[in-house]
């Protein structure tokens, strides 16, 4: 029994520090989870990208990448893909968000760095083999 006791509290313990290492979004879809592109991904790209990652705006015309589909995330730029599946380290999509390229080259483009949260679903979601889901 007591025994018993210990080790549920210690289940209870790992959770909820799982929990605060991933973040509000762990608390709200739970951490195994899949991260989902339509309904993940693709809103939080609309919102902080979309305005200048479509033909016509700045960001697709300087470097081809046309955030508006899945394809053409995965299509990348006029140099190439920037998302590897499963690798969001050599991804140059976690690259720009997370800012560790040249200052120029992050986004979204001159302005303020997505949040911590964001950031986390999208490096998941790449992880997770970056699927159409
Ligand atoms: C205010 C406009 C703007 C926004 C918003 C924006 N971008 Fe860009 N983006 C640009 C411009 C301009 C370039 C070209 C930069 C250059 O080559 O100097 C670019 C280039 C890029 C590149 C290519 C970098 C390279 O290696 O050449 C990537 C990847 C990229 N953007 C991703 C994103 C993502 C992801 C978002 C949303 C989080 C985003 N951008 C939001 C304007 C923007």
Redesign the pocket.
């Known amino acids: 029994m007591i025994q018993r006791r210990h080790s549920n509290r210690f289940t209870w313990g790992l959770v909820v520090s799982m929990m605060l290492a991933a973040g509000s979004w762990a608390t709200a879809a739970g951490a195994d989870e899949p991260v989902s592109y339509k309904e993940d991904v693709f809103p939080i790209?609309e919102l902080?990208?979309l305005?200048?990652?479509k033909p016509g705006e700045?960001?697709y015309e300087?470097?081809g990448?046309d955030l508006r589909t899945y394809d053409g995330l995965m299509k990348g730029?006029k140099?190439g893909p920037?998302v590897v599946p499963r690798e969001a380290f050599t991804s140059?999509?976690i690259a720009?968000?997370d800012g560790r390229t040249d200052p120029?080259?992050r986004?979204?483009?001159?302005?303020k760095r997505?949040s911590k949260c964001e950031r986390f679903l999208i490096r998941f979601w790449v992880n997770q083999g970056a699927k159409n889901n």
């Open positions: 790209l902080r990208c305005e200048c990652h700045a960001g300087s470097s990448l730029t140099h920037i140059n999509l720009v968000i120029a080259l986004m979204p483009h001159n302005k997505m």
